[in-house]
């Protein structure tokens, strides 16, 4: 779905009802026809870099071999990643490595319900918690400004992705 004239938003099912390879006919289709666009983000239910669950699980691992080569290809801006119940935001990443042009990955999916601790010393992760949150997204022609607010309604982290980097708050 397009919104607006900067950004390009595909929603996808982390192999609940469809499997990852079954899907990844559409996603090209759509990240292709959101190449004029600034912006092109995913939503999916199972994080590709889960904040609480084994890296290896197999849903996370099967969005890494079926979406992330197309997620890097097409310049994928943000991943919106849920199921963990934890914030995450991790560093920048394309090919599966560090990389300051590559995607940003946020969630894990901490509103409304009770909150994981985070596994710690995962190699993509810039920053975690357990607090409940909601991302507060801000689309612009030449960034995405993101801010997590907390339930007490301060935000507590922010980050800028632009076309070549991702400048961070603290």
């Given at each position: ?42 939503v999916y239910h199972v994080p590709l870099y889960p904040s ?119």
């Amino acid at each position: 779905r397009q919104f607006g004239a900067n950004l390009g938003m595909i929603v996808l099912d982390s192999g609940h009802v469809a499997k990852h390879e079954t899907q990844v006919e559409f996603l090209e289709k759509h990240l292709k026809s959101f190449s004029q666009l600034p912006f092109r983000v995913a939503v999916y239910h199972v994080p590709l870099y889960p904040s609480h669950r084994p890296y290896g699980g197999k849903a996370s691992a099967a969005g890494r071999t079926h979406w992330l080569p197309l997620f890097d290809a097409h310049g994928l801006a943000i991943g919106f990643e849920h199921h963990d119940h934890t914030f995450k935001r991790t560093k920048r990443l394309k090919n599966n490595e560090l990389n300051p042009e590559g995607t940003l990955y946020v969630g894990d999916g901490s509103a409304g319900v009770v909150s994981r601790k985070p596994e710690k010393g995962r190699w993509y992760m810039e920053k975690t918690s357990s607090k409940s949150h909601v991302w507060i997204v801000d689309v612009r022609a030449d960034e995405i400004h993101l801010a997590a607010m907390s339930r007490k309604g301060e935000i507590f982290d922010e980050a800028t992705v632009e076309a070549a980097a991702v400048v961070v708050a603290e």
